[in-house]
């Protein structure tokens, strides 16, 4: 798994592979934040010219299984979650999974398009304050009401096994956010999205992941 030394958006894989105790090589370019944006090692800047990027249109990350390459985070994710065990127990619950990460993904573009996007400073913080006093929790709060209604267990979002789902909706509340205290109370507001987080965050393969990874800024 090709990726930059950050958590990214290969985070909820790497939670998968972690979670199933699968050996993977974890390669990791290097990347410095500067003021000015991030700044590329010169081994990707070398890697990137040689065309090692091409499989994703010159960007990452790049899974290689076997010599085939798979590119698009999202892709990833889903190959990773089939291989592990992680995408429900049929048909049915494989499509619940995807539906659960669709609405992750569409309060994601609620907020990067929504008080994320806002420039005047003020403005800003007051649009901030409100996502995450209020927006956020409402939005947990449907997407629980959702899950509640594919009928999954307690404590799961499909079905009644860990899935993609599960992970998706960890790294969600304590990985895509700046402020993790707010978006944790945030999703604290729904009991059903509540059990999720307790119960992935309870994982001894989960503890153990959070514990080891190498520590970055992003």
Not at 63 to 91: D, F, H, P, W
């Amino acid at each position: 798994l090709t990726y930059f030394d950050a958590r990214g958006v290969v985070e909820t894989s790497r939670y998968c592979l972690a979670i199933a105790k699968q050996d993977y090589e974890d390669f990791r370019y290097a990347i410095e934040l500067t003021p000015t944006g991030p700044k590329m090692s010169d081994e990707h800047v070398a890697a990137k010219a040689a065309g090692a990027f091409a499989a994703n249109m010159q960007r990452l990350p790049i899974l290689e299984v076997g010599g085939k390459l798979i590119s698009q985070s999202k892709a990833i994710e889903k190959y990773v979650a089939r291989r592990c065990g992680l995408y429900g127990a049929n048909e049915v619950e494989a499509a619940q999974v995807d539906a659960v990460c669709e609405h992750i993904r569409d309060i994601k573009t609620k907020y990067t398009t929504g008080p994320k996007a806002v420039k005047d400073p003020e403005e800003k913080i007051a649009a901030m304050a409100k996502w995450f006093d209020v927006e956020l929790g409402e939005w947990c709060v449907h997407l629980g009401n959702a899950i509640d209604a594919t009928g999954a267990s307690a404590g799961y979002a499909a079905g009644s096994a860990a899935s993609l789902a599960d992970v998706t909706i960890h790294c969600f509340v304590t990985e895509f956010f700046d402020e993790v205290d707010a978006a944790k109370a945030a999703a604290a507001k729904c009991p059903t999205v509540q059990a999720i987080l307790e119960r992935v965050a309870a994982m001894e393969e989960v503890k153990n992941w959070t514990a080891s990874r190498p520590v970055t800024k992003i």
